[in-house]
């Protein structure tokens, strides 16, 4: 089944799972699944094989048969079947994380325990005829030898499985013997703790790995050539280690509305989600899979999405490199609400007119922000997303390594943890011209060798004050022009909340300018409003530097001794986010390579292929959850262009329009007059 000689996985891929009911296992029809999956513009399809339950005649001990399924017919090779006739790859999903309580009954020490040597069950208060469900544990028989091993090599023998998919494959908090003893073999005899909290980091991580590793070398000992997906996760997963064990890594940034407005994901989740994983390319792996479920939370899983909320949400993955992949529950006969099948098929279809085009492509970034997991690195991805100024995600790992030197600019946020390699790399990459911010406390611990502060031209004995409220930035005269403060002309002071580091500048450093300073709290908070007679400003102006610039021959530095991360997260103020759209673009010393007008909700994400550019922009205008899509107008790029301006075209690839352009101020100009939701711009050089 190999695609113009071509390994199938590596080639764009619109996958679809429908999440499988086994009650309704008697519903499907092979045939008319199938063309129904071919219908909504899958390539590929993921499809229940194994694990909670076999959707097969298994012959392999503990593993408990579908109930449902029809005896004497074999659907899943009839689905497989009818699949390939239409060129639809087949990827198997397995679960091996829980397993039916008649296993427990005779295997009770492949189960988690609790910290009372109890099992953990799933469905003790479901009503419903159901039998229980026991959590496994990752590090005994059930999810290695004793059945997941046989069961994997049972189906890849009888079936032509394309690929591997492990659900919930991680970690469980689990007490039991063998994980008792694995924990004292890796930490010295250690007892493993009581709470999860007090485990060793690495442990949870190293457990998966361990078993992850087993299992695809089961997988390629019976079809090299067979795929292994794994998920990542954006907070906790390295993504080398992935790369290890792991063919294709896809990640699950749900859109979970169930938690209520006022808990919802932030905008940016499948964003951030696809630009993390694509740092793994230097891996060697794919570009990432990104799974959306289409309910708005699973205690609600028997309806869609918002249609409006579902495409931008979706849209995002494409536009950030990653690959679509539709979760659904059910098969298409069984889901309630039509409207979420009408998105999956008209979103692939975009995915389509692209998908070629951006096979191959590479992110254009000019700006790198350092990963460390934290509330200040969402932070600053927030404010670059709204800025429209595309981004990497880098670990620390790659930074410490060099990568820092192919962008223009790099953002430190706070608590980010300075080691000596990074700052080594970091005074590297100023000293060739690159600009570098960084915020917060100056957190390198007790290596001296990891401190930065001779770098950003502040002395090393800074101290942290408390938790400031009622307090300001105030712009300095000193930066009265400087580009920092654009925008600001007729602002004298900016909120500030949080911690800052009372610092002096360097004066054995190269010249710096202090831009602006703290204006201390001008009243306990308790007293802020009463009376308004005595607001005055007791210290209307202090030394103390908020924002101290450094610059030089080479390159330079920006240091905010606050979190302007935090400020952003927390409060979301338009001068917050200029602040930071500011300081980013005078970092990178020139004007972005390409930049919009200012529209609310516009994201804009670009790749390069060649001599060729494909600009994505995703609409998020309104007030999520999204409840209609609410148009862009008069949507302009602004390109600088390596050639003569004029000697470039442009095409919408999914509206299939021609944009108007033109050449102002030396740059070429896109029009687009109307952006509905997603939109992918090519532009390209015309033949000479």
Known sequence: MQSNGKIWWRQPLRIIQPNLQVADTDTIQPERLAAQLEELGANAVVFNVGGIYAWYDTEVPYHTRNPFLEKGRDLLEEVISELHSRGIRFIARYDFSKADDSVWLRRPQWFVRDTEGRP?????????????????????????????????????????????????????????????????????????????????????????????????????????????????????????????IADLICAEPQDILSLGWRHIPEFWKPALSMRFGRSAHGQGLPAPLGIVHSCPGMDWRHTGLPPAEYRFWMAQVPANGGQ???????????????????????????????????HGAEP???????WNSASSAEGWAEALIQARLPFAVLPAEAAEQGAMNLYRAVIVPENFGWTAALREAAEKFVRQG????????????????????????????????????????????????????????????????????????????????????????????????????????????????????????????????????????????????????????????EPPAIETNELPGLQLTVFRKNEE??????NGAGRRPLTSILPLHEVEL???????????????????ERPETSVRGGKLVVRIAKLSSWECVRIFPLKR
């Not at 602004?638 to 299939?656: D, F, M, N």
Request: aromatic share 8%.
């Open 120 to 244: 953990e069950t799933i469905g003790a208060m479901r009503p419903g005829p159901w039998p229980l469900l026991m959590k496994t544990c990752i590090n005994s028989g059930y999810r290695n030898e004793g059945a997941a091993e046989k069961i994997l090599v049972e189906s890849l023998q009888r079936y032509k499985i394309d690929g591997v998919f492990f659900n919930a494959p991680g970690y469980e908090f689990c007490r039991c013997g063998t994980c008792r003893n694995k924990y004292a073999e890796l930490y010295g005899g250690a007892e493993l703790p009581q709470e999860r909290k007090l485990l060793e980091k690495d442990f949870p991580l190293r457990c998966m790995t361990d078993n992850m590793r087993r299992l695809n070398a089961t997988i390629k000992s019976v079809k090299p050539d067979v795929p292994t997906i794994l998920y990542y996760d954006l907070y906790r997963d390295r993504l080398e280690e992935r790369a290890e």
């Open 613 to 618: 550019r494909l600009v994505h922009l995703v």
């Open 324 to 358: 679509i992949w539709h979760s659904l529950t059910g098969i298409p006969d069984t889901i309630g609400d039509k409207r979420i099948l009408e998105q999956v098929a008209g979103l692939n279809r975009d995915v389509a007119k692209v998908e070629a085009l951006m």
């Open 434 to 589: 690159g600009g570098l911010l960084t915020e917060g406390e100056l957190s390198g611990g007790s290596d001296k060798a990891a401190n930065p502060a001779k770098l950003i031209g502040v002395a090393e004995n800074s101290v942290r004050s408390e938790e400031l409220q009622a307090a300001y930035i105030r712009f300095e005269p000193e930066g009265k022009d400087h580009p920092l403060h654009a925008g600001f002309e007729s602002v004298e002071l900016l909120p500030l909340r949080g911690r800052v580091s009372y610092c002096q500048t360097d004066e054995q450093s190269s010249p710096v300018k202090v831009l602006a300073t703290l204006v201390p709290p001008f009243s306990p908070p308790e007293a802020v409003g009463a009376p308004p007679e005595r607001a005055s400003l007791p210290v209307p102006r202090t030394d103390l530097p908020l924002m101290i610039a450094k610059q030089s021959r080479q390159g330079r530095t920006l240091y905010l001794p606050f979190s302007l991360s935090a400020l952003i997260a927390d409060y979301k103020l338009a001068d917050h986010y200029r602040l930071a759209t500011n300081s980013v673009r005078w970092l990178l010393g």
């Open 364 to 370: 254009e970034h000019e700006i790198a922000l350092l």
């Open 638 to 656: 602004r390109v600088t262009t390596e050639g003569e301006p004029g000697s470039y075209a442009a095409e919408c690839l999914i509206s299939g």
